[in-house]
Nanobody, 116 residues
């Protein structure tokens, strides 16, 4: 079955960087447009970055110029490079298909905390 295993989160100071990874299995990874989502405490999950094919990327306004999504189809892995982090980026980060809904399978996510 489909599995997503997110990793790379942690505690980082404002202005710092993190690189998230998402190892996928159970799907033909290269066939899907993928996305990184995040859910902050008390807020709904939001889609923050997407990649279609190998290099067509999209970002929500709040992360444009700071986050970079990429994928390695040979490793079935999705990445999110996050720079210039702010406390507003604190959330649990998830990867999934770009068209994922609440009722779809979701991994456990990886916690990102931006705090001094």
């Amino acid at each position: 079955q489909v599995q997503f295993v997110e990793s790379g989160g942690g505690l980082v100071q404002p202005g710092g960087s993190l690189r998230l990874s998402c190892a996928t299995s159970g799907l033909i990874f290269s066939s899907y447009s993928m996305g990184w989502y995040r859910q902050a405490p008390g807020k709904q999950r939001e889609l923050v970055a997407t990649v279609r094919g190998s290099d067509i990327t999209g970002y929500t306004d709040s992360v444009k110029g700071r986050f970079t999504i990429s994928r390695d189809n040979a490793k079935n892995t999705l990445y999110l490079q996050m720079n210039s982090l702010t406390p507003a980026d604190t959330a649990v980060y998830y990867c999934n298909k770009m068209t994922a809904s609440k009722s779809d399978y979701w991994g456990q996510g990886t916690q990102v905390i931006v705090s001094s």
